[in-house]
């Protein structure tokens, strides 16, 4: 199982951005993946989540209505839209995927309950 992030960069506020998730020895489709941020000196906090089989999405409040979390099963990718930036949104982002057979109550749970795997992230900085 690998993921790769990508899609990262510099922007100013107000600003968007597309992440991706590249997904290699495993389908999306049947996992819970999810995309978490962590900015110096903070803990990693979730930003979003896709269930797998109904793809249901979750959002952290703070992003609510400005990112939106997709799935391209054709070239097994996850990606992260993320408009409207404001520096706080200033992280280091990784996406992180769950399997199993309670893979489907992952995103509901939270947090990096189930996350197994872990892609080694992506920077995005924000500027006033």
């Known amino acids: 199982v690998q993921l790769v992030e990508s899609g990262g960069g510099a922007v100013q506020s107000g600003g968007s951005l597309r992440l991706s998730c590249a997904a290699s020895?495993?389908?999306?489709?049947?996992?819970?993946v999810a995309w978490f941020r962590q900015a110096p000196g903070k803990e990693r906090e979730r930003v979003g989540c896709?269930?797998?089989?109904?793809?249901?999405?979750y959002y952290e409040d703070s992003v609510k209505g400005r990112f939106t979390i997709s799935r391209d099963d054709a070239v097994n990718t996850v990606f992260l839209q993320m408009n409207n930036l404001k520096p706080e949104d200033t992280s280091i982002y990784y996406c992180?995927?769950?399997?199993?057979?309670?893979?489907?109550?992952?995103?509901?749970?939270?947090?990096?309950?189930?996350?197994?795997?872990w892609g080694k992230g992506t920077l995005v900085t924000v500027s006033p």
């Open positions: 992180a995927a769950g399997g199993g057979y309670y893979s489907n109550t992952y995103c509901m749970r939270g947090g990096e309950y189930g996350m197994a795997d």
């Open positions: 020895g495993f389908v999306p489709k049947f996992y819970a």
């Open positions: 896709i269930s797998p089989h109904d793809d249901g999405t």
